[in-house]
């Protein structure tokens, strides 16, 4: 097995980026289905998302900002004014829809899409454009918080049921500047972010999926709130699928006929 | 049925932007099948591509100098200086690929991306962010210019067999400048260009596949000859995914299980 399978050429891979041929593509399937088994509430149906989105739109979650080595930028030779930027997280679009939709909460969107984020390196597993599976939720404070310990604790079963050991850590977003420092000590000591990781080489480990509550931050900058005016709290966990594909292909094989899943317990 | 799926959020509409909602990703699969059925000597394994690609690579086939307005490229607030561009045709990553390898000719990849093109309007199917599945052809002059003529009898065949009245006219990109204008005559004179337009709403008519025959442009711009030296031409067919959901959608509405879908002759 190469390094992102088969298909993929030097100069793809030179860059951090993947192709997906048929087997790769049938794996991608089968960790579809086994993390929407995860979600047993949850309608299984995925909402494709565009790589790419309004710049206007990640500008109101502070992203650019708070990333701007991997915040992706569009611009033209003729127009170097940008209005889009390639989508980091693919929650970025579900935002938006509930601004302006009349609310029945909680309410759990279930969103895909090719995410670009320009890493330093393209080390194994961190690629730079790569294929993220999100489960967003949004509710009350306590349902967003219950709603979140529940989904990681589902993930471990998860990947229990995938014959994959992982390390459920918490964790802090490099964030840059004096603001970012704060964000990031109040991440770790408030626990807001958490990160499955998982072998992808024997020497390497890399963050498979990832947890964040925002708590009220999204849902102020987009303005979201109850019909009765009450605040609501949003929170997520994304899959990265090239990532958790390498590390099942390190564990198991790069066939998912040969994968030793197991039926939900 | 909303302009572009019911899921479809008003801020993508007015970027050109589209989401997938399970049903339009039903009726793809459904479109994909058609089309593959249409190539009955070519494996139906579709390759993903990623939806960004190396700048360096796309500089080498001239889009960016001949479509400075509708080609994207990326950058950091960080690191102004680019290295990505957007995948405006998915032709464009399997060229390298065939730079390096051994050949086999004549040779045929089937590839699928999501392309990106700063079009000045969103007008009803024209957007900015949109699904393109391709079929590339490497062979001699004499192989490429029969795969070319006889894709265009397929692909009429396809359209039949969708139920989906299309025109087939010759076309000439917009190209800008003085040898632009020279390159946009020599299309329409020899014939290299082709669109097969249908209708998306009652007044308004678009291309959902495009046919080019490159002849010897990419292969001399990516260095790719034959094991023997002797000279090579490509050609390749694309079909707008969207583009063609929307005109099926028209003819036959949004339900791809009620489209009048005939057998393959």
Same mark, same amino acid.
């Given at each position: 097995?190469?390094? %992102? ?9 030179? %860059?951090?980026?993947?192709s997906?041929n ?6 991608? !399937?089968?960790?579809?289905?086994n993390?929407? *088994?995860?979600? +047993?509430d949850v309608?299984?149906?995925i909402?494709?998302?565009?790589p &790419?989105?309004?710049?206007e739109v990640?500008e ?7 990333f +701007?080595?991997?915040f992706?930028?569009? $611009?033209t030779?003729?127009r170097?004014d +940008?209005?889009?930027?390639?989508? *980091?997280?693919v929650?970025?679009?579900? %935002?938006?829809? =509930? ?11 279930v969103?895909?899409?090719?995410c ?14 790569? #294929?993220?599976?999100? %489960? &967003?939720? @949004?509710?009350?404070?306590? !349902?967003?918080l219950? =709603?979140?310990?529940?989904?990681? *604790?589902?993930?471990s ?5 995938l ?7 918490t964790a /802090?977003?490099?964030?840059?500047? #004096? ?12 626990? @807001?972010? =958490? ?12 963050a498979?999926g ?6 009220e931050h ?5 303005g979201?709130?109850a /019909?009765?005016?009450?605040?609501? $709290?949003s *929170?997520?966990i994304?899959?990265?699928? !090239? ?5 099942m292909?390190?564990? $198991?094989?790069?066939?998912?006929? $040969? =994968? ?6």
């Amino acid at each position: 097995m190469t390094q %992102y399978g088969e298909d993929n050429h030097e100069i793809r891979r030179r %860059y951090g980026l993947t192709s997906r041929n048929g087997l790769m593509q049938e794996a991608f !399937d089968v960790l579809r289905r086994n993390i929407s *088994a995860s979600f +047993p509430d949850v309608d299984d149906e995925i909402t494709l998302m565009p790589p &790419v989105i309004p710049l206007e739109v990640v500008e109101k979650t502070d992203y650019g900002k708070l990333f +701007p080595g991997l915040f992706g930028i569009v $611009h033209t030779r003729t127009r170097p004014d +940008p209005q889009f930027a390639l989508t *980091a997280s693919v929650c970025h679009h579900v %935002y938006p829809e =509930w601004r302006s939709e009349v609310k029945e909460i909680p309410d759990i969107r279930v969103v895909e899409a090719d995410c670009f984020r320009f890493e330093e390196s393209t080390e194994r597993g961190r690629l730079r454009s790569f #294929r993220m599976l999100e %489960y &967003v939720f @949004l509710g009350a404070p306590a !349902d967003c918080l219950h =709603w979140r310990d529940q989904t990681l *604790a589902n993930s471990s079963a998860l990947f229990d049921r995938l014959s994959l050991r992982t390390e459920l850590v918490t964790a /802090s977003d490099p964030f840059f500047g #004096r603001g970012g420092r704060l964000l990031a000590n109040s991440q770790k000591d408030e626990k @807001l972010k =958490w990160e499955f990781t998982a072998h992808v080489a024997q020497d390497s480990t890399i963050a498979v999926g990832s947890s964040n509550l925002h708590k009220e931050h999204l849902t102020k900058a987009f303005g979201i709130q109850a /019909s009765d005016g009450g605040l609501l $709290h949003s *929170a997520c966990i994304g899959f990265g699928l !090239d990532r958790l594909y390498l590390a099942m292909c390190h564990a $198991h094989g790069a066939d998912p006929a $040969h =994968w030793p899943l197991r039926e939900p317990g």
